[in-house]
C-alpha cells in the first residue's frame, strides 16, 4: 500500500488529535473522582452522537449502506469507541499519569507490528530509526530531563489497560487504511462515517457502563463543572480529533500516523505546566525536536 508524502495538510491534520488528546487525558485525571471510567467514557459519546445525528441521519435509517457493512463499524467502534476510550480512563484511575504516557508511547511500535503481521505491510530500517527517535523525545518529557526520574517508574497491574488500548488504537487505525467492506457513499462523508461508528459504539459503552454500574464501582457527581468537561471531551477530543485523525491516516497511512499520537504526552506536559504556572523547560523543545525528527524519518521515502 502506497501513501503520498506527508504534507503541511496532513502534517496539521495528525499533530490537532494529539493536543485535543491531552486535553483529554487533564480533563480525565481532572474528573476521575467525580465519575467512574466507564460511564464518562459513554456519556461523552452520547454527546458525541446527538452533535453528530443532525448531519447525518440518514446514515441510520432502515436500508442505508451502513447495515450491509454493520459488522465492520462493530469491530472499529469496538476497538476505538468501546474499547480504546474506556481502557484509557480506566488506566487514569488506575494508574500513575507518568505511567500511561510512558506505555502509551509504544504505539508508534504496535502500528509497525500490527501492520506487519495482520496486513502484510514490511517494515523499514527507517521506521525503527523513526520509532527509536520518536519514543527517545516521549521518555525525555517524561523523565523531565533526569535519568532518575525515569529510573524511579514502576508498572503496576493497571498499566495493562493502556497497552490493550494502544494495540486497539493501531489495529484501528490500519483498519481505517483498508476500507475493505465500506460503501464509499459512507467513507466519503466523514459525519456518517464517524455517526456509524459512534452509534454502534454507543452499544458497547452501554454494555461497560452498565456492568461497571451492576458491580457496585459506578459513581457520578453532577455539577455545572461536570457538564463543561463533557461537552469539550465530546466536542473536541472525540469528534473533531476523530475527523482529524480519520483524514490524515487516509493521506498517509496509519504507520505514519502512529508517530503524531506520541506528541500527546508532549502537549500534556506543557497543558499541565499551564495549569501549573510552570515554565516551559529546554527538555520540552529537545523532546520536540526527537519526536518530529521521528515523524520526518519515518515518512521519507524509502
Avoid: C
Amino acid at each position: 500500500m502506497t501513501h503520498r508524502r506527508l504534507t503541511p495538510t496532513a502534517a496539521l491534520l495528525l499533530t490537532l488529535p494529539p493536543m485535543l488528546w491531552a486535553g483529554n487525558a487533564v480533563v480525565g485525571r481532572l474528573m476521575a473522582p467525580l465519575i467512574s471510567p466507564m460511564t464518562l467514557n459513554l456519556l461523552r459519546w452520547v454527546i458525541a452522537f446527538m452533535l453528530l445525528l443532525p448531519l447525518a441521519a440518514p446514515v441510520l435509517r432502515r436500508g442505508s449502506a451502513l447495515w450491509p457493512s454493520w459488522q465492520r463499524f462493530a469491530v472499529l467502534s469496538l476497538l476505538s469507541i468501546g474499547g480504546y476510550n474506556a481502557l484509557l480512563y480506566l488506566a487514569l484511575n488506575t494508574s500513575t499519569p507518568i505511567n500511561v504516557t510512558l506505555v502509551g508511547s509504544i504505539t508508534p511500535v504496535w502500528m509497525l507490528l500490527i501492520g506487519r503481521v495482520f496486513f502484510g505491510m514490511p517494515i523499514s530500517g527507517k521506521q525503527w530509526l523513526g520509532a527509536a527517535l520518536s519514543i527517545s523525545g516521549v521518555l525525555l518529557v517524561l523523565s523531565r530531563g533526569q535519568l532518575d526520574v525515569l529510573l524511579q517508574v514502576r508498572l503496576v497491574a493497571g498499566d495493562l489497560y493502556i497497552l490493550l488500548a494502544s494495540a486497539a488504537w493501531a489495529y484501528y487505525s490500519w483498519m481505517l487504511a483498508h476500507p475493505t467492506t465500506e460503501p464509499p457513499d459512507i467513507r466519503r462523508d466523514w459525519s456518517a462515517f464517524l455517526l456509524a461508528q459512534v452509534a454502534l459504539g454507543l452499544v458497547w459503552s452501554g454494555l461497560f457502563a452498565g456492568a461497571e454500574w451492576s458491580l457496585g464501582l459506578g459513581r457520578l457527581h453532577w455539577s455545572w463543572t461536570m457538564g463543561g468537561a463533557l461537552l469539550f471531551i465530546a466536542i473536541g477530543p472525540a469528534v473533531l480529533a476523530y475527523r482529524s485523525y480519520g483524514a490524515g491516516v487516509t493521506r498517509v497511512g496509519p504507520s505514519v500516523a502512529g508517530f503524531f499520537v506520541n506528541l500527546t504526552p508532549l502537549f500534556t506536559a506543557v497543558l499541565s505546566s499551564a495549569f501549573l504556572g510552570e515554565v516551559p523547560h529546554l527538555y520540552h523543545a529537545l523532546a520536540f525536536m526527537l519526536i518530529v525528527g521521528g515523524i520526518a524519518v519515518s515518512s521519507s521515502r524509502h
